[in-house]
């Protein structure tokens, strides 16, 4: 005689498979909402590792897919429920033409933003932190400013210096336009010799890129947090008045 499943076998079931989908989740897509509040207002949106644009890297590469980003700004944009978004930054850089698509997704995006700088913010990473409304860095974090280099192969004609030259000015013309800081300044610490090692340009810490107007301030997941509920109860006032009038 069969023994029929029981009510807890049901419920042992239904967790291993609730453990299961959390488990890929976290495999293919880097990200949890178990520490989230399940009536919080607040996306964190987390850009680890390298910024992975059209060609996929080797699986040993620590990367953000950004293909994954998009439709998540597009529902945080959509959804009633988030007021606030805070961006997570520790990146190496990455594919150029990703990054300014997610720095163009998160400067249009009509609710407050916040971004961290934490470990690193370099090379396309750096539009990407002056993207949000408002910006912090950690004190030990640092920001590695660097022309556009090209992998593979290059054909050596003047349409790819031409073609590598407007992509650059799309850079520089994006950062100053969402920061404080000054456009000669800019390309001053992307074309400056002596500082790396092996490439041209410019590595700024924390304080460095707060005095250059680089960042907003000196601040962490506190600073930020504080930040972000401010301007939210900011915007909600603002939203308020229109419906009065």
Known sequence: MEKEPSKKDD?????QANNSSLVQKIQ???????????????????????VEGHVQLPAQNKTTKYEHLLPQLIAVEQNPKIEGLIILLNTVGGD????????EMIASISKPTVSIVLGGGHSIGVPI?????H???A???TMTIHPIRLNGLVI?????????DKMQDRVIDFVVGHSNID???FKELMFAQGNLTRDIGTNVLGEKAVEYGLIDGIGGVSHAMVKLNEMIGDNNEGTEEQVIQ
């Open 11 to 15: 419920q042992n079931q239904g967790d």
């Open 135 to 137: 910006s912090f860095i």
């Open 28 to 50: 293919q897509l880097g990200q949890s909402n178990v520490p989230q509040a399940p009536d919080s207002n607040i996306h964190v949106l987390s850009i680890i590792g390298q």
């Open 183 to 185: 456009g000669e300044k």
């Open 129 to 133: 932190a002056v993207s949000a409304d």
């Open 96 to 103: 150029v033409e990703a990054g300014l698509a997610l720095s």
């Open 139 to 141: 004190p030990t974090a």
């Open 156 to 164: 050596g004609v003047p349409q790819t210096f031409e073609y590598i």
